[in-house]
């Protein structure tokens, strides 16, 4: 008897205990860990940007972008490690390796040669797939930080170098062909012929659309897509017939490659001219950069959401590396601007602005960045997703 009462009083304190486990099940205990990450830049991209495309595209009543309806939204400080106002070789090294960088730097610290493996580069040791897709050369500061690390973002050809013989990134998709086989070396002093190297590594290389869809088709492992010799074409000044993909269509090929590797993948994809058209102080070169972009969101989004095990293991961050232009939105005052129309606008300058930027995001972990953060917390939260470990305060 005295035994069963015993058991009794256990019981009930047991119960008593299932109401407060289940209010410990906040954020902090559903795990982080992702079997995708899919990071997308939209280069030089300020919140008023967004203002100015949303109205050209849906009126200032309609529906929102793309990326603006992901759940999390927070923002990011920006600076770099010796200059308040960054590039982008420096702030998106602070994304891909967890530290800050000075400007110029490709994840390499030139004071000492110190460096630290990149997320893509950490997602590769797990098995996982990788790829970069950019509407600049594939080996410009963006994409660069993420299968590289150099002292300088000039050193294209040492960037293409390393893409290929290094890192070994899967896929990769954007301009830059001259960068891969130069006629004089880089700032490095590096030349040579990577398409060649990357063709003995196994690689096929595509230099149109049809040809990028015909390897996606039978399914190429790696895929170098190399559409022109320097940057992509502006959106706004592309021929109707051109046979050079669009971010959308590249972003659609990498998700339909790396989906095959049964460990999940690492895809960033930048919007790169979205900063170009700002530093020309040019609305049209913006607003259709900034669209072509939120096409490629569209693209992931219609990825992920094709099923509930997909949205559940992919997280999506999209985010601007740094504002450029200061660009603001100063009218139509007094009436509403037509869906169509160019609003009025205006720029405080040609350069990169310190102004904090927009952090977009959906899937594990992401709530951490609905918040005031820096940029290098960005790596932190795709670092855990990854399932490595987070310590320090840095574990929020
Ligand atoms: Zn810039």
């Known amino acids: ?99 800050k960088f000075n400007n110029d730097e490709i994840g390499y610290h030139s004071e000492d040669g110190s460096y630290n493996p990149t997320i893509l580069e950490l997602a590769k040791y797990k098995g996982k797939a990788t790829g970069l897709v950019a509407t600049s050369t594939i080996t410009h500061a963006t994409p660069a930080v993420w299968g590289a690390h150099v002292n300088s973002r000039s050193c294209e050809t040492e960037i293409a170098r390393q ?14 062909r001259k960068k891969f086989n130069p006629d004089t070396p880089d700032k490095c002093g590096v030349s040579g012929d990577f398409i060649k190297m990357a063709e003995e590594k196994g690689y096929a290389v595509v230099y149109t659309k049809s040809q990028m869809e015909e390897a996606v088709g039978r399914g190429a492992k790696k895929l170098l897509g190399l559409f022109a010799d320097d940057a992509l074409t502006p959106e706004k000044d592309r021929p109707v017939d051109t046979e050079e993909p669009r971010l959308p269509e590249m972003t659609k090929a990498a998700l339909a490659l790396l989906e095959k590797n049964r460990n999940g993948f690492f895809l960033m994809v930048e919007g790169s001219q979205v900063d170009w058209a700002n530093h020309g102080n040019d609305l049209e070169y913006q607003i259709t950069e900034t669209l072509a972009f939120d096409e490629a969101v569209k693209v992931a989004l219609d990825w992920i959401n094709a099923s509930s095990r997909r949205k559940s293991e992919t997280l999506l961050i999209i985010v601007a590396d740094h504002d450029c232009g200061g660009f603001a939105v100063n009218g139509p005052y007094g009436r509403l601007a037509k869906a169509g129309e160019f609003v009025e606008a205006g720029w405080t300058s040609k350069g990169h602005t310190a ?42």
């Open 163 to 176: 893409y290929i013989e290094a890192t070994g990134v899967d896929v990769m998709f954007g301009g830059g």
């Open 1 to 99: 008897m005295q035994k069963l009462f015993k058991r009794i009083v256990i019981l009930l304190i047991c119960i008593s205990f299932i109401p407060l486990l289940s209010s410990a099940q906040t954020n902090d205990y559903i795990s982080h860990r992702a079997k995708n990450i899919i990071i997308m830049i939209p280069d030089g991209m300020g919140l008023s940007d967004v203002t100015a495309a949303r109205i050209y595209k849906n009126g200032p009543n309609g529906a929102p972008l793309y990326f603006e309806t992901l759940p999390n939204i927070g923002y990011q400080r920006t600076h770099s490690a010796n200059s308040t106002v960054t590039d982008s070789a420096a702030a998106a090294s602070a994304w891909a390796c967890g530290e």
């Open 355 to 396: 102004q904090d930027t927009i952090v977009w995001s959906q899937g594990p972990g992401s709530y951490k960045l609905g918040r005031a953060i820096d940029n290098t917390d960005l790596y932190y939260v795709m670092r855990e997703a990854l399932g490595y470990k987070v310590s320090g305060k840095q574990n929020k």
